[in-house]
Nanobody, 124 residues
Framework: QVQLVESGGGLVQAGGSLRLSCTAS????????MGWFRQAPGKEREFVAAISWSGGTTDYADSVKGRFTISRDNAKTTVYLQMNSLKPEDTAVYYC?????????????????WGQGTQVTVSS
């Protein structure tokens, strides 16, 4: 079991930056592959970024490639999402998620553990 708590959301102008954090409880954080997802009002939850146990492998949705960076610090049991060049269409609730295996199937149903989410609002 792992419990996840996101932080770092807020209101930012277009072109600005935010860094989201997701801190996990438990001593086995390094055994979980992690992901970031987002959900805008009236839309389905969508994949944003993923990172393997060691941090050596990352993947991104096409819509955020080159602007967002996922990283993790296993000593701090925390995964980060650095978001640069933000756009109004990035506005959503952002969730971190965990699973015990790494796969390129990023359907939300494949992640067993979720945080409560943090709101990101980008104004134009």
């Amino acid at each position: 079991q792992v419990q996840l708590v996101e932080s770092g959301g807020g209101l930012v102008q277009a072109g600005g930056s935010l860094r989201l954090s997701c801190t996990a409880s438990g001593r086995t954080f390094s055994s979980y592959a992690m992901g970031w997802f987002r959900q805008a009002p009236g839309k389905e939850r969508e994949f944003v970024a993923a990172i393997s146990w060691s941090g050596g492998t990352t993947d991104y949705a096409d819509s955020v490639k080159g602007r967002f960076t996922i990283s993790r610090d296993n000593a701090k049991t925390t995964v980060y999402l650095q978001m640069n060049s933000l756009k109004p269409e990035d506005t959503a609730v952002y969730y971190c998620a965990a699973r015990t295996y790494y796969s390129t199937n990023y359907a939300p149903i494949n992640f067993g553990f979720w945080g409560q989410g943090t709101q990101v609002t980008v104004s134009s």
